[in-house]
């Protein structure tokens, strides 16, 4: 592929509700250009796009996808991104590099939970944004039933710029309502033939072609003026009043098509071309430069700078960094630093992506996109740039995950390269968190959903061979005291030689959620030597660790020591530590001990036709419910709930909302067990803790 100046440049993200088309639209436009040579389909396993193992096999877009091809004299770098919720923030991350947006919607469902959220993320951007209705060709489908959907939901500003001719099975091209012109297509061939409107069509067409002229007169006073003198707008006026609005996101254009029959898709690029906006023309994006918030714009005239969105790991290529240039001119075998970890960087056989495929390029100018293999030290969000008077972008911050599994290697040999497998692929997927719990010792796999984790757990096996079992993680309860307690704790051991001799008072208190532990020392009069006093609190927090009543840390409690006694021969830090683990486990007995659960915060966002259910549900769960918001169609729960009512909640929101609801959790506070939990807790830790000791 040739080098295309900034000007030139397309850089569109493919974004909607899963299984609205935006694979199988890219799919049609890379046939329709010449860039493969057939239309080739997401059912057969062949996309593009849909390159990895997984996406085939699950046919649906899991990670984003770059396309990199040209139209006439532009080139567009397509972005085809994932649209199920589990998998929306790499939609989110890899919206960065775009300059604009192709917003898909089902011809038969409409604006879909996913919609919104993507919706969402372009306003984030300030991404200029274009619909495209697709799927016409199917039955019940309707493009008008569409469009007053998306005005119910996104308001007015969203006017359509083609029409359909025909539909549902006849659906067989689009009217143009710019230069009023029909374009009619085979199956198949993605390119039109033009024609006149049909008559049956004119007054309808007419009508739309007045609304979206009248739309367009509106964000501009000298075409207000023309068009209130002449009642209406000459083509090449048309044209850059609705550039102009669609850059300052003041129109939402809607258009139309069938990318499974490739109808549309040549009126499609047209208007990409014509109408969205190059690089030089995308709002400047958050940075810092010396540790000062600023703003950077693409800039051709600049030294060169570069900016990773997106990393992959391949089996062969190792690394791969997906760059979008900043500014300047990025050369083959450039060396850049990075502003993060300071390494020096090589860009060796740089790219233009194509799928899986690199088609290697000289060079990359300011806007344009680009890949290359094998950086050492950059991951991404980092910025590579030449060191002097560097600007680094911002990037994107995600959420935590919001459902944790346990995971462990099934063999040894599993386990010696399990670290160094879930490594590479974090690398790749910045909303998967690794941990071990320090309470439970289980080491923890988080992620956006039961079916992320499952799909990890799957490469995992596929890429590097590695074998895991998943299994739901432990709950990590605490013990704390409702009440206070005065205790002696006595450690008197005499043995041939030097004895054991240890004696201390203390008073046991329950602290406020969330201050774990205090150590007051209260000694007066050299009762214990200072020396032995740390190894009192020493005992005392060894045995808080191992719990009392079932097993569990203790926490929130504090403890007083007032009053002991010692034997200047036979006393020492080992007897006083035991000393305090007797006075520790004496108080726990009189100072009503109790056990503590997580609460977490959970949101929950829904159709709002499922919210009653769905606080039903909470009450259920033993939740609370803490609040309600609702934008457009959709509605916000936000509610406490404890962790041990949660770990189940993913299938179970799949299975009442028809897969339409998403959630995130995140750890609140510690409260009680009530009683009648406790007692089952407290029973199945005491019957473990007695296999154990069998074994």
């Known amino acids: 592929m040739r080098v295309f100046d900034s000007s030139d440049i397309r850089n569109v993200a493919l974004i909607g509700h899963g299984h609205c088309g935006k694979t199988s639209l890219t799919s049609a436009l890379l046939a329709t250009t010449g860039a493969t040579d057939r239309h080739l389909k997401v059912d057969e396993g062949n996309t593009i796009t849909d390159f990895d193992e997984e996406e085939i096999a699950r046919k649906l877009t899991i990670t984003s996808a770059l396309a990199a091809f040209a139209w006439q004299k532009t080139k567009l770098n397509l972005i085809d991104t994932p649209g199920y919720n589990i998998f929306l923030n790499d939609a989110r991350s890899t919206m960065l590099a775009a300059d604009s947006a192709l917003l898909l919607l089902d011809g038969v469902a409409g604006v879909e939970v996913s919609t919104e959220k993507v919706w969402g993320f372009a306003e984030e951007f300030k991404l200029p944004c274009a619909l495209v209705v697709n799927k016409l060709d199917r039955e019940r489908s309707s493009f008008q039933r569409v469009v007053d959907n998306v005005h119910e939901v996104f308001g007015r500003a969203a006017v359509p710029v083609f029409l359909p001719l025909g539909e549902e099975k006849n659906f067989s091209g689009v009217i143009d309502l710019i230069r009023m012109r029909s374009y009619t297509y085979k199956p198949g061939e993605g390119k039109g033939k033009e024609g006149e409107i049909p008559a049956e069509l004119k007054a309808e067409a007419d009508a739309a072609h007045e609304a979206l002229v009248e739309m367009i007169a509106e964000g501009n ?12 707008l000459p083509v090449e006026h048309i044209i850059s009043g609705l550039q102009q609005s669609v850059r300052e996101r003041k129109i939402f254009p809607i258009l139309c098509g069938s990318a499974l029959q490739n109808v549309g898709s040549d009126a499609l690029l047209n208007f990409v071309a014509e109408i969205m906006p190059s690089p030089l023309e995308r709002a400047p994006v958050a940075a810092t430069q010396n540790g000062q918030e600023t703003t950077k714009k693409i800039d051709p005239k600049d030294s060169p700078s570069i900016f990773v969105f997106k ?53 990359l100018r300011a806007g344009d996109i680009g890949v290359v293999a094998k950086l050492k030290e950059t991951l991404t969000g980092d910025t590579l740039c030449e060191k002097t008077n560097c600007v680094v972008i911002r990037g994107i911050e ?16 599993d386990e010696d390269r399990l670290s160094t497998a879930l490594s590479k692929i974090l690398e790749e997927d910045r909303s998967l968190r690794f941990y071990r719990d320090p309470q439970t010792k289980e080491f923890l796999l988080a992620g956006n959903g039961q079916q992320h984790v499952e799909i990890v757990v799957s490469r995992l096996k596929r890429r590097y061979g590695v074998e895991v079992e998943l299994k739901a993680p432990k709950i990590p309860y605490r013990e704390t005291v409702r009440g206070t307690a ?38 007066f009069g050299g009762a214990i030597p200072r020396q032995f006093i740390p190894a009192v609190e020493k005992g005392i927090l060894e045995a808080a660790e191992q719990g009392f009543i079932a097993g569990y840390p203790v926490t929130d ?3 007083t020591l007032y009053d002991g006694s010692y034997h200047d021969v036979d006393s020492s830090e080992m007897a006083f530590k035991l000393a305090g683990r007797k006075a520790f486990r004496a108080a726990m007995q009189q100072a009503k001990p109790a056990l503590l659960e997580p609460i977490m915060n959970v949101e929950v966002e829904t159709p709002a036709e499922f919210a009653g259910d769905l606080m039903s549900d909470f009450n259920g769960r033993r939740g609370r419910i803490t609040g309600m918001d609702l934008k457009g169609n959709m509605q916000t729960i936000r509610a406490q709930v404890p962790m041990a009512e949660m770990l189940t909640y993913q299938n179970d929101l799949i299975s009442k909302t028809q897969g339409r609801a998403s959630f995130h959790m995140e750890f609140d506070h510690y ?12 029973a199945a830790a005491k019957a473990h803790m007695h296999v154990e000791e069998e074994e």
Request: proline share 6%; aromatic share 10%.
């Open 486 to 523: 005065s205790v002696q704790g006595r450690h008197k051991k005499q043995t041939g030689g030097h004895g054991q001799f240890g004696d201390c008072w203390i008073k046991l208190e329950p602290l406020a959620r969330g201050e774990k532990f205090q150590f007051v020392n209260d000694i």
């Open 671 to 682: 409260d009680y067990v009530p009683q009648p939990q406790a007692e089952k807790i407290i």
């Open 557 to 559: 409690f504090r403890v």
């Open 398 to 413: 995600l959420p935590e995950p919001s459902i944790a599994y346990a995971i462990s290697a099934k063999t040894r040999n």
């Open 221 to 232: 006073d000298e075409l207000m003026e023309e068009f209130f003198s002449s009642g209406t």
């Open 311 to 363: 990393t992959a790991a391949d089996p062969f290529a190792g690394r791969v960094s997906y760059f979008k240039v900043m500014s300047g001119t990025i050369k083959d075998d450039a060396h850049l630093t990075n502003m993060r970890s300071n390494a020096s960087e090589r860009l060796a056989h740089i790219a233009t992506p194509f799928g899986k495929q690199m088609q290697p390029i000289t060079e």
